[in-house]
């Protein structure tokens, strides 16, 4: 016998037998195959034979280098003889069965389904359709058709559609031939178009005559239908058509009968599946509407509540769960408008942008009933009318941080610039020198020659000549209608005190170590030191101690004082050795100095108190599976059982003179009324569950997330909820563990004044609050979000407060200021000025910091007149709180006696701008000055009227670009809500290219990598800081920002914007825990450590005895490596995994002698309890820094 000519696998001989039939097959030609049908049919019958019977058969016929399959296909398009067919769609459906994905692939690749098609045309133009052909040919389109992307499209084009649905209709009691068809109904609607034909030729109607009610029988087929019901109704179209043959009466009473009925949940694919047909109806009004009126939230609510128990039934209740909160009417905030409750009227207002449009919107006022009660159709509560839904995003239960970060790295390039001669730091001309002339009185330092100053008495006595404050008068005047500093403060002289506590335990004095374990807190606590109490907060030491236990501030101080008594006192704890840098009467003082919108006339206690860092780390809160979904649960609750909703207000800033509503003691009381204060309306929705809104910025609609206010009148034990609604982004570290801040009052008498993680049952998540499309720039549909947490109260009569993070006011920068000048240690060149006034009036603070010359010798004033400078700024964003303590902890670093302090002030001159939005803090923004804008985005055209304080912090940095004295380095200290850790961003000219794939030629890409150089070391020595989590792309969005504006005009290379967490880290020492007080300390004191190693590495100054100090340290903490970060969200600048091997970044071969183990000793002593920089640490400390000389080589 002749050899066939087919090709043969390796090892598999070529007169096998299913090789010598497939041969007989091939010779059969079109002709040949049409006058001899029975020869066809004889050999296809002996290959499927052979495929049934042996495995290696199949095997054979679709190895590699076979072409058994072009054989196989070839003969089915020829044949015309119904048996061959049959034959061959048998073994197809043999082979595709055995080999799963690989030879459906083969098969689709090589134009099967075409032939399919063609086969079901031809086969259709029969009189009487072979019933066994079209079985065939559906199952086997069913099992390919899923691989096939085009199949769709082949069928609408081929006229297949309207067969197969036409052969449904002629065959709803043929349940064998239905399947199949049913089967390939849903591959073909998975095509947009084709469900749009489909469901104009009543396949939705058909659907739902063979989705039955609950039945044991055909449940595979009711699947099917179901699931194709499911793929049909994704198009809006029939969504519509849907909901007007009123259908979603009957998918919920489908739904509810197997609900009921599938009692051992053995169907549980086909109640998900109608459920999916409900999500898809209900993506639009007219089908959401029809589900609230067929009464599903009740339906799915009540289902939802008995599948709780079983925990293989969740994909039911969060799919449910989604609906219902789809399905949720929305609702606007209970407020009588969005923008701020306080108003500030500004003199001048740019033409255009957000706060002319705010202006330019008519008044309002409304009740509270009024703005319950109207209907969402005002311009300021507009929702989107429109069909086009957004699914209300998953239960995340199960989100992780990473799908959230994939998710904005999406739309990273579109932001990333892409124009490279914008990418060239290319010092742009400012304004004349003439004009910045003024600010050399800033500079003092830079033309002082000492003369006359007495260098041996230095010693003993302050070394820096404080130039008087020096205020540029360029900013915009305070209103009319602003207090001065008088009226603000009017009611901070008046005393009131309050008897003595019966159950006030004694105050533990602090030995030399800080903080105090428990045990020498419990075993050196003292009587605290009776004082009258500078708060004037008309009953608010009443609220602390009295055995009355009332709660907030009262409307009106008339009879204060005749409540209070002539003899009471108020037990002030004794901070002033737990905290050095804290006075009680310097802090009051400090308040009456500042100007607030509100005209505020209260402090708050852990404001007067302070903080003291707690003891032990506090970990990242484990979220329980669950809680998300239960508290959406509860929310749905008001809406199902409104009659179980009391929806009393207990505190309004809205009503004018008096926000604390008085109540029957039921309810807790709420206050805000104090710098950085913000909550502007409390609402008692349960008798222990409270809703909260938040204040926005003053003049803006917007920037919810900054929260601080006081609660009084608890019940001791009993479980809270509070639910801050008004939150506008749409993740959040609180899905992450991260805790709110509560701080006792009761805890701070007895000894622990701090600020301490609490709640349980905490997440973040969309709720059916509207927004406003003016706060959202136009965007409709827009929802905010709620966070939501639990918690409970251990003292009687106490006032607690919460907080977003640890509060820093102004009033206690000014004191920590006053405080660290003060305790100045000799040596230090310390020079306090005020830059400018804000518009509210208050000082914009201007540091300078740097060590006194040696001597009034020329060589001695020449080295000081050039050192380097470094610019530090921060808090421009006024939620960010955490930026201010980063900041606490470089100045006390910079002013302490260590030997690396010393060194740092021998090297820089340093210039600080340590709040550069004085009136935002102040008054309890979250993101704007008092012009409503956000600082950080004013860098690029600044005016002097509405943005002074950034006005003149770039014309600093102009006038010494003008000098020739551009900074070294640039950093502008933040906080960030939505990534956890420490992190970089700077400005690279090469990175930004990379990112955004633009061509450049190699000298257009000409760059040092000095950038580089400050966040590797910080990765090296500062366990907080993460490498990954850095970047240094240049995006469009942020052109305007301090960090590219000083690094493009100014000319700054290593131009940075310093990141900190508000929730923790997930790398390093400190992985697993949330960041504390002392942990953004010492990471302020750590940037100093970093910029000592860059002095080093840049040969700005060599220092022998540094050299020494470095030798003498190695060892003392195992280098941190940083691991990838896990992220979220962005929230001032985008996510960006970096591309960079650091590895190669320097040339330091003595990577392990440098100052990575001097920061590791600081975090060290941090971690015993020692604060090394501080200024109170006795000579002990300055000891330990100490070291015997070695011999080093650099």
């Not at 059982?641 to 604390?660: A, Q, R």
């Not at 000592?1092 to 190695?1114: A, P, V």
Request: glycine share 6%; aromatic share 8%.
């Amino acid at each position: 016998m002749n050899k066939p000519k087919m090709a043969s696998e390796k090892g598999v001989p070529n007169n096998s037998r299913v090789q010598i039939l497939l041969a007989q097959l091939e010779k059969l030609s079109g002709d040949s195959m049409v006058r001899d049908p029975e020869s066809a049919r004889q050999i296809t019958s002996k290959l499927l034979h052979l495929i049934q019977t042996q495995e290696k058969t199949s095997k054979e016929m679709m190895s590699k280098g076979t072409s058994g399959m072009d054989v196989i296909l070839n003969s089915l398009e020829i044949t015309r003889d119904t048996q061959t067919i049959l034959n061959i769609l048998c073994i197809l459906s043999e082979l595709l069965t055995l080999g799963k994905g690989r030879r459906v692939g083969v098969f689709v690749s090589k134009g099967g389904t075409a032939v399919l098609l063609r086969i079901l045309i031809n086969a259709n133009k029969e009189f009487h359709p072979s019933e066994e052909l079209m079985l065939q040919l559906h199952s086997l389109l069913a099992k390919v058709g899923p691989k096939d992307r085009k199949l769709g499209m082949k069928a609408r084009l081929t006229g297949a559609l309207n067969i197969t649905i036409n052969l449904i209709k002629k065959n709803l009691q043929n349940a064998k031939l239905l399947l199949p068809c049913l089967q390939v109904l849903r591959v073909y609607s998975a095509n947009i178009i084709n469900a749009i034909s489909l469901g104009k030729s009543g396949a939705i109607e058909l659907m739902f005559k063979i989705v039955a009610p609950y039945s044991k029988k055909n449940t595979t087929l009711i699947k099917v239908a179901v699931d194709a019901l499911c793929a049909l109704l994704k198009s809006k179209t029939n969504a519509r058509r849907a909901v007007e043959g009123d259908y979603v009466p009957t998918l919920l009473s489908l739904y509810l009968d197997w609900h009921r009925k599938d009692t051992w949940h053995r169907h549980t694919v086909i109640r998900k599946g109608l459920l999916g047909c409900l999500r898809n109806v209900t993506n639009i009004k007219l089908g959401r509407q029809a589900f609230t009126k067929a009464d599903g939230m009740r339906i799915l609510y009540n289902s939802s509540i008995e599948c709780l128990s079983v925990r293989t039934l969740d994909p039911l209740v969060n799919a449910s769960s989604l609906i219902m909160r789809k399905c949720f009417p929305k609702n606007r905030l209970p407020l009588p408008t969005i923008k701020s409750a306080f108003t500030y009227q500004l003199e001048h207002v740019l033409p255009s942008g957000p706060v002319a449009r705010l202006y330019s919107q008519p008044p309002e006022g409304r009740t509270h009933a009024q703005v319950c009660s109207e209907p969402l159709k005002k311009v300021d509560d507009v929702v989107d009318d429109s069909d086009d839904n957004e699914d209300t995003e998953a239960d995340t239960e199960n989100d992780t941080e990473n799908e959230e970060d994939e998710k904005d790295c999406g739309s990273l390039n579109d932001d990333i610039e892409k124009d490279i001669n914008k990418l060239h730091p290319e010092k742009i001309p400012s304004r004349p020198y003439e004009e910045l002339r003024v600010y050399e009185k800033f500079f003092v330092e830079l033309s002082q020659d000492f003369q006359g100053f007495n260098f041996e008495s230095s010693t003993t006595s302050s070394s820096a000549q404080s130039a008087q404050p020096i205020v540029v008068p360029t900013a915009q005047l305070p209103s009319p209608n602003h207090a001065d500093t008088g009226d603000c403060v009017k009611n901070l002289d008046q005393k009131v005190v309050a008897p003595k506590h019966p159950a006030e335990q004694k105050l533990s004095q602090a030995s030399e170590r800080v903080p105090l374990n428990a045990d020498e807190m419990e075993s050196k606590q003292k009587h605290p030191k009776p004082t009258q109490s500078p708060l004037h907060l008309e009953g608010i030491a009443i609220r602390c101690l009295a055995a009355a236990g009332g709660g907030g501030s009262d409307c009106g101080s008339e009879g204060a004082e005749d409540e209070v008594g002539e003899g009471a006192v108020l037990e002030v704890p004794d901070t002033a050795q737990l905290l050095p840098l804290h006075d009680l009467d310097l802090y009051v003082k400090m308040v009456k100095q500042t100007k607030s919108v509100p005209h505020y006339t209260e402090v708050a206690y852990p404001d007067y108190f302070g903080h003291v860092a707690p003891t032990c780390r506090e970990p990242l809160l484990e979220r329980l599976y669950g809680v998300q979904r239960s508290k959406i649960f509860q929310d749905i609750e008001r809406l199902i059982y409104p009659n179980h909703i009391m929806d009393k207000v207990v505190y309004d800033l809205d009503i004018p003179g008096c926000p604390v509503i008085e109540s029957d003691g039921e309810s807790l009381k709420f206050n805000s009324q104090f710098e950085s204060g913000n909550l502007r309306k409390a609402i008692q929705i349960r008798k222990y569950e409270y809703d909260l809104i938040l204040n926005s910025d003053i003049n803006s609609n917007h920037h919810h997330q900054w929260f601080y206010f006081e609660v009084s009148g608890m019940r001791v034990g009993t479980m809270y909820r509070f639910n801050i609604i008004n939150c506008e982004k749409s993740n959040s570290q609180f899905n992450y563990g991260m805790q709110v801040l509560m701080y006792s009052v009761q805890e701070a008498i007895s000894g622990r004044p701090r600020w301490v993680r609490t709640g349980t049952d905490i997440c973040y998540y969309k709720n059916h609050f509207a927004r406003s499309s003016i706060a959202t720039g136009g965007q409709k549909g827009k929802s905010y979000y709620t966070m939501t947490f639990s918690t409970t109260f251990s003292h009687k009569d106490d006032v607690c407060y919460f907080s977003y993070h640890y509060p820093y006011t102004y009033s206690s920068l000014k004191m920590h200021l006053s405080k660290l000048e003060a305790m100045k240690p000799p040596g230090i060149y310390l020079r306090q000025d005020v830059l400018c006034e804000t518009l509210g009036g208050n000082s914009c603070l201007l540091l300078t910091v740097t060590a006194m010359p040696e001597s009034n010798s020329s060589d001695h004033i020449c080295q000081f007149r050039n050192r380097p400078l470094i610019f530090l700024s921060a808090r421009v964003h006024p939620g960010e709180t955490n930026a201010s303590w980063v900041m606490k902890g470089t100045l006390e670093f910079l002013m302490g006696t260590s030997l690396l302090a010393a060194t740092l002030r021998e090297s820089f001159i340093f210039k600080i701008v340590p709040m550069l939005n004085p009136d935002g803090v102040i008054n309890g923004n979250h993101r704007c000055s008092l012009s409503g804008e956000d600082l950080n985005r004013q860098w690029q055209n600044p005016n002097p009227d509405l943005h002074p304080t950034i006005y003149h912090t770039k014309s600093l940095l102009q006038y010494l670009a003008h000098t020739q004295r551009t900074p070294l380095v640039f950093c502008d200290y933040h906080g960030h809500s939505r990534k956890k850790n420490v992190f970089m961003y700077g400005c690279s000219l090469k990175e930004t290219v990379w990112q955004s794939n633009i061509s450049a030629t190699p000298c257009d890409l000409e760059e040092d990598l000095a950038y580089r150089a400050l966040p590797k070391i910080l990765s090296q020595i500062a366990p907080a800081f993460s490498m990954a989590s850095c970047s240094f792309v240049v995006e469009r969005s942020k052109e305007s920002t301090a960090r590219v504006v000083v690094w493009r005009e100014i000319g700054v290379q290593r131009s940075y914007t310093m990141e900190s967490t508000v929730c923790g880290c997930d790398q390093g020492k400190y992985k697993g825990f949330q960041v504390g007080t002392k942990e953004l300390e010492e990471m302020g004191a750590q940037f100093c450590v970093a910029l000592l190693r860059l002095k080093r590495m840049t040969g700005l100054h060599s220092h022998q005895h540094l050299l020494d100090l470095e030798s003498d340290l190695i060892g003392i903490q195992p280098k941190v490596v940083s691991c990838p970060t896990t992220y979220v969200m962005d929230e001032d600048e985008p996510s960006f995994l970096e591309a960079v091997d650091y590895s190669a970044e320097s040339n330091d071969e003595d990577t392990e002698v440098d100052l990575e183990a001097a920061a590791a000793s600081v975090a060290t002593s941090t971690d015993a309890g020692e604060v090394p920089e501080r200024l109170s640490d006795s000579e002990n400390n300055h000891d330990a820094w100490k070291s015997e000389p070695v011999t080093s080589s650099h």
